[in-house]
């Protein structure tokens, strides 16, 4: 059990060890976030200054909503390379209707790109959950597939701001309460996936499935159905994710998030959501996808050269599964140590 | 009218015929024990009962009506629940919601109501005196925990029908009077109740009938009231013990391995013995008693905490399969299919697997040596095969088995170690890898062989060693190892 919000009962030494433990997965986060913030504002006041922080809460929306949905996949021992180029496909289809169709309303627009998002998230599912493609290939070629789409119908063509209405593009831009409002859409999906996760039976058969996939299906689990709606809750977040994508940047072609995938699975497995499924909270990967944001924007701030920006990534992804693997074998070896002094 | 019911079922796995025209009626408010050797059948109809597999042929009588049961969620709704004999456990998740996964009680709103769970679970615990912390991870946990939370899980469900596949094998005398009295109470309730045990003495406490299989085939349905344990015995065996196991007498020789106070911390402590040249050595206990890892650790696959072990008066490199295999030690592992062979490759490039560099020519592999190689050891263990470039995946169990052991014969070891030789492989053949142990040992090979299976472990045996909890609690000669000795120094019952 790793969520952050449970309360810990008073109890026996196991499950003190285990709590500390899963806790410090998340914990470690908020510490890094903290120091990250604490360090970088020490240097240089003006990073921890409301546009600053407003920024990187921007920043980060798009990359923790995808890291939401990404977790939910992986929680069940699978994962999806394809949602770039699902926000790519619905991000360059949705721009395109707003600027050929301006009497389709924004709404339906939005309702639309989350629809293409769940129908690219099903056919991933159907691989996955039906086929029994493993989700690495099968989630490689949509991956390639979607893009494939997505350029077909793009033919070279780009859309600028200029071509969609303003009332769509200050989607991107404005603020509510103080909060930017793609920031908090994410925070709004945040909230309610996280709940679902705790407090659903479809939530905590996620987990099953990913801790133990034959014991799932002896507990009765219909896991084909559950994978397949893994995938298509990630494609609708991917989806909606697209139409964020466009309204915040404007100029959409082809290539939208060509790549992101990397960076959202980073966030997740930074935020300490198990890659072999089974544990982590979307909590978790969405302070992830925070930290991740949080460094990129300090590193800039810090002048620190940006080619340097993706090796230190990639030095704080590779930290973040070291502690993870040592913290597994030091918890594996605590436990088999206290069978054998409880057995004595 | 029968709850639950077989009627004339058959199932196949490729060519293994697991059940033949079996017919089961199990009756409310009565135990029915369902005895039988190790492969007789018994798990397959189990995973048929509880819609895991479904029957090629004949039906299942919910009720007295047929029903097809498309999976465990289907078997599940018709009030079957299962204790499976491996415990089937989400390591990630707590022990409450292991127990109530894919059901668990919800609110109004929908919302898993974790109030009733924890209650729920807090008086099925106070009834099976478990003393476990409800919220603490599964991951961890002991076999016999595992086996009760499973318990826990099973008599939660309010079952019409609960199915128990040896669930008390590793369990203490306790726990199993526990549970027997909360299996009683169902039972009285109306609750139909299966069971399977290698102890006669609980399914003649428990149980009201019996039906025993052999190979497959129902042979006989009694009333527990009109027979004793010695019919049941020859109802399950219904063959020559002897010809089955046909030990021949060796002379002990030479010390060749020697393990020297061998210690994995909370796996196994302190185990030392010695396996002479000319012996067959068993290693007996319960399921979790820690014996594979001791040969495991022998082998270098594991990396032990303390102790040594020595080959040939020569101490052997830890955690080196390297080492142990140069110095003339060969492992035939437990789980052939994961363990032992390469499923997809060929018959003959798996017997060559383990000894490469003596099928090598310059730096290639040489094909002609490998089928030679393949084809002389193919013929000595007698094995069956098309073509010996056929994948191993094609043959029977019993075969697979033999390449296993040709892969391991043809490097010559001073030691063999072989982990449940013969399990789920046919009688005939049982009794062929039997033979071939006793000839090897009587040619002066050291023997330490790990089974389950008591009559293997007492036919085969010069010396039985016998594990419990990690430990190695009893040494006995083959003159005085019997069914009683091993199973009560196994279940803890003899101090060491």
Known sequence: ?344 | MAVLALSDVSKSFGAVRALRGVSLKLEAGEAHALAGENGAGKSTLVKILSGVHRPDTGQILLNGSPVTFGGPADARHAGVAVIYQEPTLFPDLSIVENIFMGRQPRTRFGRIDRAAMAEQTGRLFAGLGVELDPEQAARGLSIADQQLVEIAKALSRDAKVLIMDEPTAALSGNEVARLFGVVKALREQGCAVLFISHRLDEIFELCQRVTTLRDGTPVAEDLIADITPDDLVRRMVGRDLDALYPKQDGVPGEVALEVHRLTREGVFTDVSFRVRRGEIVALAGLVGAGRTEVVRAIFGIDRQDAGWVEVGGRRLRPASPTAAMAAGLALVPEDRRQQGLVMDLSIDRNIALAGLAEVRRGPLISRAAEHARAQDWAVRLRLKFARLSDPVGVLSGGNQQKVVLAKWLARKPSVLIVDEPTRGIDVGTKAEVHRLLSELAVGGMAVLMVSSELPEVLGMADRVLVMHEGRLVAELPRASATEESVMSAATGRTAA
């Not at chain 1, 952050?4 to 009962?9: D, M, N, Q, V």
């Not at chain 1, 303003?166 to 709940?195: D, N, T, Y």
Request: net charge positive; glycine share 12%.
């Open chain 1, 1 to 344: 059990m790793t969520a952050l919000s449970e309360a810990t009962p008073p109890g026996h030494g196991g499950r003190r060890l285990f709590d500390r433990v899963t806790r410090v997965r998340e914990l470690g986060i908020v510490l890094a976030l903290a120091a990250l913030f604490g360090v970088t504002g020490a240097v240089n006041p003006t990073f921890l200054s409301f546009g600053s922080i407003r920024d990187i809460l921007l920043n980060s929306a798009i990359v923790a909503m995808l890291a939401v949905g990404q977790t939910l996949v992986i929680v069940t021992r699978n994962v999806d390379l394809s949602i770039s180029s699902i926000v790519g496909l619905t991000g360059f289809g949705g721009a395109l209707v707003l600027a050929d169709s301006p009497a389709v309303p924004i709404a339906v627009v939005i309702a639309g790109c989350v629809a293409l998002g769940v129908v690219c998230g099903a056919i991933n599912g159907l691989l996955v959950g039906v086929a029994k493609v493993p989700a690495l290939v099968a989630t490689l070629g949509t991956l390639y597939a979607f893009r494939g789409i997505d350029y077909a119908w793009a033919g070279g063509r780009q859309v600028n701001a200029a071509d969609m209405p303003e009332s769509f593009l200050s989607l991107g831009s404005r603020s509510v309460l103080g909060l930017p409002l793609l920031a908090l859409v994410a925070l709004i999906v945040l909230l309610a996936v996280g709940w679902m996760l705790r407090n659903l039976r479809a939530g905590r058969e996620l987990y099953a499935i990913g801790s133990n996939p034959d014991a799932a299906v002896l507990a009765g689990i219909q896991v084909r159905r559950r994978i397949m709606t893994a995938f298509m809750a990630n494609g609708a977040l991917a989806g909606l994710a697209g139409v964020m994508w466009a309204a915040r940047f404007g100029t959409v072609d082809a290539t939208v998030a060509t790549g992101k995938e990397l960076d959202v699975i980073a966030a997740v497995v930074v935020g300490g959501v198990a890659i072999f499924g089974g544990s982590g909270t979307v909590f978790g990967a969405a302070l992830g996808a925070l930290l991740l944001t949080g460094i990129t924007s300090a590193l800039a701030v810090l002048r620190v050269d940006a080619l340097a920006q993706t090796a230190i990534n990639g030095a704080l992804l590779i930290a973040a599964i070291v502690l993870d693997r040592v913290l597994a074998l030091r918890v594996a070896a605590a436990l088999r140590r206290r069978r054998y002094r409880d057995a004595r």
